[in-house]
């Protein structure tokens, strides 16, 4: 819980209403939007210290994907997401992915053979700050996901990736036991 200097007294109500229940008074839309991105750099930071321990990332965590390969494919997604919302905030009509879901998800393997997983997790990495380069930009109402699917508000489309990583992580997670108490 966080540490508070005030007396009761010196608080105002919208502070002492975060202090009770850990939310904000009406909180804009940006404050959203800043909650929204912190939890996804926790996700991408986690993401990032699992791939940067000694383990072998070539177990098979899906029927036809390894460790490495769930990487691949986050860094795939999390480099289109960036490369749409600097497209956006730069003026540029994107150019969101195209195909079917699994065609796509085909490619985002396949695109990383040739990269290690340092190289991969600094791909990410530039992705995140690209992101975060403009993700505050009100100018940009909505970002493209893919060809053919609804576009997301900047909020959500954070959300979606915070949570498209957790779930990646929970199966990685599982199937290596690492990060869980082992039995």
């Known amino acids: 819980m966080q540490e508070y200097s005030k007396t009761w007294e010196e608080n ?14 009406n909180p804009s839309p940006q404050n959203d939007i800043e909650i929204s991105l912190k939890k996804l750099q926790a996700k991408v930071v986690e993401l990032c210290e699992f791939f940067g321990q000694d383990d072998d990332f070539e177990i098979m965590i899906y029927e036809f994907w390894n460790g490495r390969q769930v ?7 999390h480099e ?5 919302i600097s497209d956006l905030g730069n ?20 695109s990383a ?5 340092p190289e991969l997790i600094q791909k990410l990495s530039a992705a995140q700050q690209t992101i975060e380069q403009h993700i505050f930009n009100e100018n940009i109402s909505l970002i493209p996901y893919k060809q053919g699917s ?4 900047r909020k959500e489309h954070l ?25």
């Open 71 to 77: 990487l691949a494919h986050l860094v795939f997604w």
């Open 113 to 117: 053979i040739h990269f290690s997983n």
């Open 12 to 25: 105002s109500p919208a502070e002492l209403h975060l202090i009770f229940t850990g939310k904000e008074m």
């Open 159 to 183: 959300e979606v990736v915070s949570e498209h990583i957790n779930k990646h992580l929970k199966d990685l997670r599982n199937r290596m036991k690492i990060g869980t108490k082992r039995k």
């Open 80 to 84: 289109s997401f960036a490369r749409n």
């Open 150 to 153: 609804r576009p997301y508000t």
């Open 91 to 110: 003026g540029i009509k994107p150019s969101p992915l195209k195909g079917s879901l699994a065609e796509v998800n085909q490619r985002s393997v396949l």
